[in-house]
């Protein structure tokens, strides 16, 4: 059987560029001519995951940019498998379209961000930029099903006000559905507080709402409204009020809000964070804890 096509299969660009997983050739086409066009090396290509899982290591490109599901595996195993191999190679996802399981997937697996083959080029090439720099890269595709819940009310129903939200908002938002404080909110978001402060205001205007209780209440009703029964995910779950957290772990892990890049070790627990309030939402408070167990599976926060 005829090996994938490599681009560079001597070493020339070792530590370097970036290396494209995608099991179609007209996608690993466009992402190297996307990549080029900005300068961009290009330390490999594959169309498997088993031979990527090979290469990469050996390789060892600054990114790789991973199609999320492959015909022998998920782009979330990859990027697992890489974390282990090597925990300073960066991976991100791409997918078709804005899932928030294989968001999850992605932020569970170390990935530092996950694009979207929807978004334009210049967007991805932003993101591509943000993952090398060492920050997180997340499609803002991925917003809407985040805030799902509201996107789910029927229509004319004034809860639809939390969608003029933007994700730096939604996160304010959801602090205040959990009686956070400004200050408190302004650590959690790495924001000065008079920014949080002002920005809480806004959300006041555009909920049309008069008071930081009156918010937070129409924020929780949404929340709690929430249904997945396609999928018996974690919106389904029998602890409506858990599930504020998970929405708050989501926007935390995928905001751009933080001016200097996270450590490793953040990143791992931001990911722990999602881990516990999925753990909890499924199964119930203080019952499911991804503890000790958990730790393992974050290998780049090791």
């Not at 494209?20 to 330390?43: K, N, P, Y």
């Not at 209780?213 to 929340?223: D, F, G, R």
Request: with cysteine.
């Amino acid at each position: 059987m005829m090996a994938d096509p490599e681009i560079h299969p001597c070493n020339a660009f070792a530590g370097r560029g970036v290396y494209v997983l995608d099991d179609h050739e007209v996608v690993r086409r466009g992402l190297r001519q996307l990549a080029v066009s900005d300068g961009l090396g290009i330390a490999g290509e594959s169309g498997s995951a088993r031979e990527a899982v090979r290469r990469i290591p050996a390789l060892r490109p600054e990114l790789v940019i991973i199609d999320d599901n492959l015909p022998d595996g998920s782009g979330a195993d990859v990027c697992r498998a890489v974390a282990v191999a090597d925990p300073r190679i960066r991976c991100v996802l791409m997918t078709e379209a804005g899932d928030e399981a294989v968001l999850i997937d992605a932020i569970l697996a170390g990935a530092w961000g996950c694009l979207s083959k929807e978004d334009e080029s210049g967007e991805q090439l932003r993101l591509i930029g943000r993952a090398l720099a060492g920050h997180t890269a997340f499609s803002g595709r991925f917003y809407p099903s985040i805030v799902a819940p509201f996107a789910l009310l029927e229509p004319h129903r004034p809860d639809e006000r939390l969608l003029t939200l933007t994700r730096q908002e939604m996160s304010a938002a959801v602090g205040l559905a959990k009686g956070l404080s400004n200050r408190q909110i302004s650590q959690k978001m790495f924001l000065a507080e008079k920014t949080v402060k002002n920005m809480v205001s806004t959300i006041l205007a555009k909920l049309g709402t008069a008071t930081r209780t009156q918010a937070a209440l129409l924020v929780t009703i949404a929340l709690d409204d929430s249904e997945d029964t396609a999928d018996g995910g974690y919106r389904s779950s029998k602890f409506p009020d858990l599930i504020p957290e998970v929405t708050a772990a989501l926007l935390n892990c995928t905001s751009e809000a933080r001016t200097v890049p996270p450590t490793d070790q953040e990143r791992a627990a931001d990911a722990a964070r999602l881990a516990a309030a999925l753990a909890a939402a499924r199964t119930g408070p203080g019952i499911s804890r991804p503890g000790n167990p958990g730790h393992s599976a974050f290998p780049w926060g090791a």
